[in-house]
C-alpha cells in the first residue's frame, strides 16, 4: 500500500518559539523522503517524529532565509554519520550557491555524503522520474524563492471483476498494463475494459497552507501533519464522514508507528 503524509518538523518562521520549531516538512511518498527547508533544529525535531536522514530522498530549499536552510549544515553532517547510501539530490535557487557551499562545508566533519547540489536556473520541471515529475515555481519574497510541485503521472485503476470476467489473471494482468492489450482465449482484451483512468495525485505544501488561511484558520492551528488517505469511514451510505470511526484509524495509525 502506497504511503503518503507530511510531517511538519517546525511551522515557525525567523524566531523559533517554546512550541514551534524554525521550518522543516518532511513529505513522504510512497519511497520518497523530501525534506523541505531544513530550518535549525531540524535534525532533533526529526528524532521527536521518529524519521531518520536515511528516509530523506532529496532536499528542497525554497530559499536562503535562516528559519528555511539553517539545519542544512546539521542534517548533511548527520547523513554523513549515518552513512546514508543512496544519493540525495539538493535543490535550491542558484543565486543562493554560496550559502548553500557554507552551509555544507559549516564545520569540521569526514564528509562521506552523497548530496548532490542541482541549483535551480529558472521555473519549470527540475526532476522528471518514471512515475513522478517536480516543479519549481518563482514565489514572490523578498529574495529569489521557489515553490515545489509533485505531481505524479494518471494511471489506472484495475477493477478486479472486468479482469476475473475477461480472464485476465496473475502475470497476465501486468503484461496488459504494460502492452494496453492482450489475447485470452482468442478474444482481445484493452485495459480500456476492464480499468478506469486514475488522475495522478499532486503536492504542493504552499497550496494546503494558503487554502487554511484563506479560511481564516490562525497560524498556531495549521496541521503538524497531513495524512492522505484513499477513502474515510462514512455513517452508513449517507456519505457523512464517521469522526469517532476516523479518531479511531489515526490512533491505530500512531500507535502502529510507535511500535
Ligand atoms: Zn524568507
Redesign the pocket.
Known sequence: MSSREIIALGTS??VPTRYRNHNGYLLRWDEHGLLFDPGEGTQRQMIYAEVTVTQVTKILV??F?G??CLGLAGISQRISLDRVPHEIQVHFPRSGRKYYDRLRKASIYHDVSRLRPCPIEGPGVIDEGPKLSLRAARLD???E?YGYRLQERDGRTMLPDKLAAAGVRGPAIKRLIQEGELEVDGRVVRLEDVSVPKPGQSFAFQEMVDFLLEKQIAKYKLPERLEVRGELPTVGDSGKINKEDLKKDIAALLQAEKG
Open positions: 518562521s525567523q525554497t530559499h532565509h528559519d528555511h519574497h523578498a529574495v524563492t
